[in-house]
């Protein structure tokens, strides 16, 4: 178990992309879920009706993901812009910025369509990944790549497109929907410019007195008390 264990570590730090490599893995394996036990879905997908009573779902919902086609395509993605992001801003900034994106725009999403009193489940990457896109965009602003492997674009450009196309998917039910559907834009610029995790969520902890180093030095110290117990 223990080799078991280590080879996973190894294969998640392995390139410094945990984070991308862990949600590329978990989607993974909750696609393959979902279509052997479809039930399952209810319990992580987000339903703006039921979600007071499924809070957890605010965060789950990247995890459903039914069409294979643009599951495969999202996790394309999410590895070739959320490894060149997680890189660059560090694990814990990274992780925490996903951790907002998902949370903001899952609830902005899920209390619109609660007050539209609109019938709809919120799920998949591309929502999330909106946002991660524009961020990636402002961290490697003027690099160009090719649209479907044909067509070449900026990294600017690309991000509009993408949250073009995700407000329009939605526009279509609603105005608000559609602007919900892309207000994890706005979590970015809390890690560009004079945001308050524009140099790193470590840092913004360790402004406020919290250290990371005491933490994991108390955390080794009980390993080592518990190590001595046995």
Do not use: C
């Not at 395509?73 to 959320?82: D, K, Y």
């Not at 070449?152 to 450009?157: G, L, M, S, V």
């Not at 207000?183 to 410019?193: E, K, M, Q, T, W």
């Amino acid at each position: 178990m223990r080799r078991f264990t280590r080879e996973v570590r190894y294969f998640l730090y392995k390139g410094f992309t945990p984070v991308t490599k862990g949600l590329i893995l978990l989607g993974g394996v909750f696609l393959l879920l979902i279509h052997l036990y479809k039930p399952l879905s209810s319990l992580i997908v987000l339903t703006p009706v039921t979600f007071f009573r499924y809070p957890w779902t605010l965060l789950t919902y990247p995890l459903v993901n039914p069409d294979i086609l643009s599951t495969l395509l999202s996790f394309l993605w999410l590895w070739f812009a959320g490894s060149s992001l997680e890189r660059s801003w560090g694990t814990q900034t990274y992780g925490f910025f996903l951790f907002l994106v998902t949370l903001v725009t899952g609830l902005a999403m899920a209390l619109v369509a609660f007050l539209l009193r609109f019938p709809i489940q919120i799920y998949g990457f591309w929502l999330p990944l909106t946002a991660i896109t524009w961020a990636w965009a402002d961290v490697f602003r003027g690099q160009e790549l090719l649209f479907w492997g044909i067509i070449p674009i900026k990294a600017e450009w690309l991000a509009w497109l993408h949250a073009a196309l995700t407000f329009l998917r939605y526009f279509r039910l609603d105005w608000l929907l559609g602007v919900a559907s892309v207000s994890g834009i706005a979590v970015v610029y809390l890690f560009r410019g004079r945001g308050p995790f524009a140099q790193g969520f470590r840092y913004w902890l360790w402004r406020r007195g919290f250290s990371f180093k005491g933490w994991t030095g108390r955390s080794r110290r009980k390993k080592r008390r518990l190590r001595v117990v046995e």
